[in-house]
Every structure is written in C-alpha cells, then in structure tokens.
C-alpha cells in the first residue's frame, strides 16, 4: 500500500535551519509529482512547494521563496525539504503529498516544526 513517513521536523530558533524528508513506499516513486504543504495551528493546509518527477522543475509559496528547498532523490524514494532562515511563522505541521492529475490522493502523517526562541 502507499506509504508517505516524514521526518526531520524539530525545534529550531529563528535563523536556524531544518531538512524534512518523506520516504515512499508501495508505488513507483519516479512517475510522481509531490508536494510539501504545512498546516499551523487553527489554519488552512497550506502548499509550499512542488517538485515534478524528475526535479527539474519546482515551485514555492511565496511565502518560502529563496529560503526553502524542495529536491528528490528518485533511487531512494525520498523527497526533501531543506528549510533555512526559518521564522516563528514557519511553525506548523509539514506534510508530503503524492498528486494524481491535479490534486493529492495521498499524505503522510506529518513532521512537526517549531520555530522559537
């Protein structure tokens, strides 16, 4: 069945920087766009960031543009988040998603990430 674990999430100051990562299982990984969304405390889910199947293309909230990363690695099944110059309103729980046409079919359980001093 598909699998989506993210990790990587943590405590961080403001400044700091985190990598979230998101390991899939039980479906063929490379023929997949996937996202990064986030979802703080009494607000919407909210998209980040968009990579396609191979990585050459991606695009970011802009909200996240030039401090966030989204890349993937298609031999370990993995999609990554590297986070920098992280603020207190980055807090929130980051999930990955598998899109199937235009939306997601699938999320993993969520990492979370606090932003604080």
């Known amino acids: 069945q598909v699998q989506l674990v993210e990790s990587g999430g943590g405590l961080v100051q403001p400044g700091g920087s985190l990598r979230l990562s998101c390991a899939a299982s039980?479906?063929?990984?490379?023929?997949?766009?996937m996202r990064w969304y986030r979802q703080a405390p009494g607000k919407e889910r909210e998209l980040v960031a968009t990579?396609?199947?191979?990585?050459?293309?991606?695009n970011y909230a802009d909200s996240v543009k030039g401090r966030f990363t989204i890349s993937r690695a298609n031999a370990k099944n993995t999609v990554y988040l590297q986070m920098n110059s992280l603020k207190p309103e980055d807090t929130a729980v980051y999930y990955c998603g598998r899109v199937l046409g235009t939306k997601n079919d699938y999320w993993g359980e969520g990492t979370q990430v606090t932003v604080s001093s």
């Open positions: 039980g479906f063929i990984f490379s023929l997949y766009v």
């Open positions: 990579i396609s199947t191979n990585g050459g293309s991606t």
